[in-house]
C-alpha cells in the first residue's frame, strides 16, 4: 500500500510517498518493512515527516524532497542500503532521544546545505560513511556515530561535536573535510583506524579536551588552522605544507 505525503496523515504500514503540495506524515509507534525499496518517500516541497516510537526496515527508510524535514524520536531506522537519504533538500533533520539510525552503505547524507542535529543516547552507524554533508551543519550532542570507511565526511560545512559525544571509523578517517572544514570538538571522544581528522583546502580546526585517537590525530592540506586545548593526542599530527597554529 502507498499513500500521500500532502497534508495530515498517518502511516500504517507498507510505503509511504508523496508528490503533492506542502504537509505532515506522521509514523507513529509502528513496526514494520518497506520490502524492496522505500519505506517513506517525499517529493512534495515543505513537507514535515515525523518517527516516533517506531521501528522501520527497508531498502531506503526515509527518502526527502526539497526543505523535507525530518524528525526522528525514539526510533530505530534499519536500511539495507542508505537509512536517509535528502538529494536536494535544505530542510533538517533532527535524530532524538534513544535512536538508532543505520544502514549498509550509509546512514544519512544530505545535500544542498541541509542541518542535522543527533543528540540524546542516538546512534548513528553504517559500514561506510555513516553521515555525508555539503554545505550544512551537523551537531552531535552527546551521541554515537560510528563509520566503517568515515564516521563524518563533509563538503564546505561546519561539524559540532559537543561533550560525551563519541565519533569513530574502524577503519577511515572519523572525521573528513573535503574543503572549508569548520570543525569544534569539545569534551568529546574521536577515534580512528586511520586519520581522527582530515582537512583540505582552509580547515579551521578546534579541540578542548577530550580524547583525539588515531594512527595521525590530524592530516591537513592547505592552509590549516588548529587550536589545541587540553587535548591528549596518542597519534602524531601531520598539519600539511602550510600550517597556521595560533
Known sequence: ARAAVGGEGRWAGGRVS??????????????????????????????QIHI???TLRGDTIVEGGMTTTVHVTDSALHATRLAIRAE?????????????VEGATG??????????????????ASAGEAIVTAGGEVVIDG???EGGRTAISTTGGRVDIRAGSTVSSEEGDAIRGHGNLRLTVRDATVRAGRDAVAGA????????????EGTTAFRF?????????????????????RPHVP
Not at 546512514?107 to 548513528?124: E, F, P, R
Not at 583546502?201 to 583525539?212: A, F, K, L, R, Y
Not at 586545548?229 to 600539511?240: I, K, Q, S, V
Open 18 to 47: 508523496g508528490q503533492g503540495r506542502e504537509g505532515r506524515g506522521e509514523v507513529r509507534e509502528e513496526n514494520g518493512s518497506g520490502g524492496s525499496g522505500t519505506v517513506v518517500e517525499v517529493g512534495a516541497p515543505n513537507a
Open 52 to 54: 516516533t516510537g517506531s
Open 88 to 100: 536536494g533538500m535544505a530542510g533538517g533533520v533532527r535524530v532524538e532521544g534513544a535512536s538508532t
Open 107 to 124: 546512514a544519512i547524507a544530505l545535500s544542498t546545505s541541509t542541518d542535522l542535529h543527533v543528540s540524546g543516547t542516538s546512534k548513528i
Open 143 to 145: 551521541a554515537t556515530v
Open 201 to 212: 583546502n582552509n580547515p579551521h580546526v578546534s579541540i578542548t579536551g577530550g580524547s583525539i
Open 221 to 241: 592540506e592547505g592552509n590549516a588552522h588548529l587550536v589545541l586545548a587540553r587535548a591528549p593526542l596518542p597519534g602524531a599530527p601531520d598539519l600539511g605544507p
